[in-house]
């Protein structure tokens, strides 16, 4: 494995936490590199989904990147090994030059355009899309992830060599 960059933290210890706790951390670290931080990506500023569902007591951005969709429902859960490495999320966007980051755009189904920033030696990857707010480009935060297994390695792959640009 490649050395851990400088400016990579440690990941969050979250074991022994009940999830109200959990997610009190994590949102102070959300609320420190995003909503106070003023993260950017290659130059354009970062934005994320600031909707608060009903029932729900966080913004919508920050939930996709501490939790996970749970299969054959539209429920998210807390995921831990996500959850974690959100400390990691904002030094990779504003480190996407360095090596080991890999940056591409892939054409999603829909025609969305969407682009990663993959940390592959330490398995994490952020998802934005380029858009355009009354004249001003930013950089739309559509998710962050732990990349947890072989098959979602493939695809990054499968994309990464499918990329437009």
Not at 6 to 16: K, S
Not at 48 to 54: D, E, Q, S
Request: hydrophobic letters at 35%; glycine letters at 4%; aromatic letters at 12%.
């Amino acid at each position: 494995m490649t050395e851990k960059p400088r400016w990579l933290p440690a990941m969050l210890d979250l074991i022994g936490q009940s999830e109200e706790e959990c997610l009190s951390i994590l949102y102070e670290v959300f609320t420190r590199d995003f909503k106070n931080g003023r993260p950017s990506f290659r130059g354009l500023p970062v934005w994320w989904n600031r909707r608060i569902l009903p029932q729900q007591h966080y913004e919508e951005g920050f939930w996709h990147l501490v939790s996970r969709e749970e299969r054959d429902t539209v429920n998210r859960r807390l995921d831990l090994p996500r959850a974690e490495r959100l400390p990691w999320c904002k030094p990779v966007l504003t480190n996407s030059d360095a090596n080991p980051i890999k940056v591409w755009t892939y054409l999603e189904r829909r025609h969305r355009l969407r682009t990663y920033v993959w940390l592959e030696p330490w398995d994490y990857c952020v998802v934005l899309e380029h858009r355009n707010l009354s004249g001003k480009q930013i950089a739309w935060l559509i998710t962050a992830f732990h990349v947890d297994g072989a098959s979602r390695r493939r695809n990054l792959r499968r994309k990464f060599e499918r990329r437009e640009g």
